[in-house]
C-alpha cells in the first residue's frame, strides 16, 4: 500500500479505490499514484 493505511478504513478505501480504478470508474478515495517522482 502506497498510500500507507493507518486504520482499517483507510486499507478498504484504497482496496475498493483500485477496483473502482482497474474498472474505469473516477473515485476520490485517494489521489493517483505519479509513479513515484518527488
Known amino acids: 500500500f502506497y498510500s500507507r493505511p493507518q486504520t482499517l478504513q483507510d486499507a478498504v478505501d484504497h482496496v ?16 493517483p499514484w505519479d509513479g513515484g517522482r518527488a
Do not use: E, I, Q, T
Open 16 to 31: 475498493a479505490g483500485k477496483v473502482m480504478s482497474a474498472l474505469g470508474f473516477a473515485h476520490d478515495l485517494f489521489p
